[in-house]
DNA sequence: AGCCTGACTCGGA
DNA sequence: CTCCGAGCCAGGC
């Protein structure tokens, strides 16, 4: 069962485009696991050393989920910057321009 | 079993 | 804008 939640977890992060984010709520959505976005970062805690663009997941704020400044904040931050995703000077990504759209969810890309 | 914590989210004050 | 409170669920003690 939870590894079953996780292989689908993983199986839509692995689609997330480069350039793009989703959030943890999305991804339980695309998983079947609606209502659950607290278990897809349990899941990506849980990563090891899976190949997967973890970093493109971002909490519903469009912010980084890790305290500011802390070394995996950075990490999630310097990985998105390469794939050019921007933030403004408060830390946040503006979703209406990099969140992933889906067809699955019914929208279309813009 | 009970209790706490956490890469979450949403609605209300 | 911020601060709860509640719902959510796996893990550790």
């Not at 943890?24 to 997967?52: C, E, F, N, P, T």
């Not at 990985?79 to 979703?95: N, S, T």
Request: proline share 4%; charged share 30%; glycine share 10%.
């Amino acid at each position: 069962m939870t590894s079953e939640s996780y292989r689908k977890i993983y199986e839509v992060v692995r689609r997330i485009p480069r350039g793009r984010v989703t959030t943890y709520g999305d991804v339980a959505r695309l998983a079947g696991l609606s209502g659950q976005a607290r278990q897809v970062g349990y899941a990506l805690a849980a990563l090891g050393d899976r190949q997967l663009p973890w970093q493109r997941v971002v909490n519903a704020a469009g912010r980084i989920s890790f305290p500011a400044g802390s070394e995996l904040a950075e990490l999630q931050r310097g990985l998105l910057e390469d794939e050019l995703v921007e933030f403004d000077a408060a830390g946040r990504i503006d979703l209406a321009r990099f969140r992933w759209r889906p067809r699955t969810l019914g929208r279309s890309d813009r």
